[in-house]
């Protein structure tokens, strides 16, 4: 396979990872998926700023539990007239690497903010808009 692209996600750990907090809040995967790294990318923007604006960068700690290694290709076809002379169809079909993907089982946790008791609400509402983001439905559990 020839190189394989960067995933969008960078930063995996955000927020006061020394902190000393009460409660966990997860969201768990319930069925299995393909998430891109640009759908994790734009889960951890949404809760980061929410929370970032909310409570300030030291009264949580957020992390991004799944990594996209599985790598995404693409057998790119030619949709014009007189395409058909240009391309070969399904023969050597392998695709070029577009993306990258994290593949993802029923229950498995997808992003984890610890905070404190009074902040679980917030942390709850960041984490149900980052369920927009994915394929797959989500829950939120409070530990």
């Not at 996600?9 to 006061?16: A, H, S, T, V, Y």
């Not at 994290?102 to 229950?107: E, F, L, S, V």
């Not at 917030?122 to 983001?133: M, T």
Request: charged residues 30%.
């Amino acid at each position: 396979m020839r190189g394989v692209p960067d995933p969008k996600i960078r930063l995996f750990d955000l927020g006061n990872p020394s902190g000393d907090f009460t409660y966990q809040v997860d969201l768990v995967a319930e069925e299995q998926a393909q998430i891109r790294s640009e759908a994790l990318e734009a889960a951890r923007i949404i809760v980061n700023r929410l929370l970032t604006r909310r409570l300030g960068r030291e009264k949580y700690h957020m992390r991004i539990r799944i990594h996209p290694h599985h790598v995404l290709r693409e057998n790119k076809m030619m949709a014009v007239a007189g395409a058909d002379r240009l391309q070969d169809g399904m023969r050597h079909a392998f695709g070029k690497p577009i993306g990258t993907a994290a593949r993802i089982k029923p229950g498995q946790v997808l992003i984890s903010v610890r905070a404190d008791e009074e902040d679980v609400e917030v942390v709850k509402e960041a984490l149900r808009r980052a369920n927009y983001k994915f394929s797959t439905p989500c829950r939120v559990v409070v530990q």
